[in-house]
């Protein structure tokens, strides 16, 4: 039988994947607390834009404000929760779903960070799956009901890896790639943790940068002195990470162990990690001027930021284990800083400690 879905937050990532599997022919509900953005995708569907012409489509969806879910006691059940809310509102939005679950139903993290434990807190850990959304996704919800993609789309890069905590490859992990593969590149892995922290590695050393500088993607890795941090946060996570023992890939087109090197001062890594940022590598999709990371998008937006899931949450699992990550640190407070209108966003901000 087909799959009954629902992704509560429809916003750039949610909205996007949701938009994409309705228009594949999945049965799918879209839940959001913005009014503006529901209402829009009520009259008018989701309008969705990419770099291409062909990435161009206006998607009928069936959509409900949070204030309407109680209506889907009188529907059948839902089989698959994508959660693609922001981390500190990872517990309300999986409450808010659980008690509308099929016997079989789980909940999919398809959000930034590291949410799982939060989701199994409230459904348990085998109805808990992950959904790590690369880098090369890149979309931004720029009005309501309109979402646009920063990035080209590539067919030799995975944007959705689904995995289970357990570290097995399952037939429902297998089966909700299937489904996100009508979004884009899509598979199950046996490395949920590892792809997790590859992704908050990839996350650590851009979000909060652009949050803090007001700088989009190619501005700042072109900046001598801000891409100098990017590198600094970047080693700095991949030892965390390592410490961890995680197995970590490529945080986007940058060898780990490169990264890390780089940021401890061997002059040969540092030259090639900064050959691969200003110049673009393999494995790295072409991005438009205008994509901004998440976090940048939140700032702009007044909305809060998810700093400290982030970079705080490395540099506390560093300490945690014992390696020092003072740039995440430093980071955290000068994006706490922004958001609370302390200080303007300014390339500065970042170079404090540098």
Excluded at 61 to 87: G, R, W, Y
Excluded at 192 to 216: D, F, H, I, P, Y
Aim: hydrophobic residues 40%; charged residues 25%.
């Amino acid at each position: 039988m087909a799959k009954r879905i629902a992704v509560v937050g429809a916003g750039a990532v949610g909205g996007y994947a949701a938009a994409h599997m309705t228009a594949a022919g999945h049965d799918v509900t879209l839940i959001d607390p913005w009014a503006e953005h529901v209402n829009y995708m009520k009259a008018h569907g989701m309008e969705i834009f990419g770099m291409t012409p062909e990435e161009r489509m206006s998607v009928k969806v069936n959509a409900m404000h949070i204030t309407e879910v109680q209506s889907l006691a009188k529907q059948k059940p839902i089989d698959v929760a994508f959660i693609s809310v922001k981390s500190y509102d990872s517990v309300w939005a999986t409450q808010l779903i659980r008690q509308y679950l099929s016997a079989s139903g789980c909940v999919v993290s398809m959000q930034n960070c590291i949410n799982e434990e939060r989701v199994a807190g409230v459904v348990g850990w085998g109805r808990t799956l992950g959904c790590i959304v690369t880098g090369g996704v890149g979309v931004d919800l720029y009005q309501p009901g309109h979402i646009r993609r920063g990035y080209a789309k590539r067919a030799d890069i995975t944007s959705f890896y689904v995995g289970e905590p357990s570290g097995r490859i399952t037939k429902r992990a297998e089966e909700i790639a299937d489904i996100l593969s009508s979004v884009d590149a899509s598979k199950a892995t046996d490395n949920l943790w590892g792809e997790r922290w590859t992704k908050l590695c990839v996350n650590g050393m851009r979000n909060g940068v652009s949050a803090a500088t007001g700088m989009g993607g190619n501005a700042r890795d072109n900046h001598p002195a801000v891409r100098r941090i990017c590198i600094q946060l970047g080693g700095e996570s991949v030892r965390v990470g390592q410490k961890l023992g995680y197995k970590l890939g490529k945080v986007g087109a940058l060898a780990p162990e490169t990264l890390a090197k780089a940021m401890e001062g061997d002059a040969a890594s540092y030259r090639e990690i900064e050959r691969l940022l200003t110049e673009g590598g393999a494995g790295q999709a072409e991005r438009s001027d205008y994509q901004r990371p998440s976090m940048a998008q939140d700032m702009e937006k007044g909305r809060r930021t998810e700093i400290e899931f982030m970079n705080g949450f490395i540099a506390s699992e560093g300490a945690r284990v014992g390696v020092s990550a003072p740039t995440h640190e430093m980071l955290t407070r000068q994006v706490l800083r922004v958001e609370r209108g302390e200080i303007p966003a300014a390339p500065e901000n970042v170079l404090v400690n540098s």
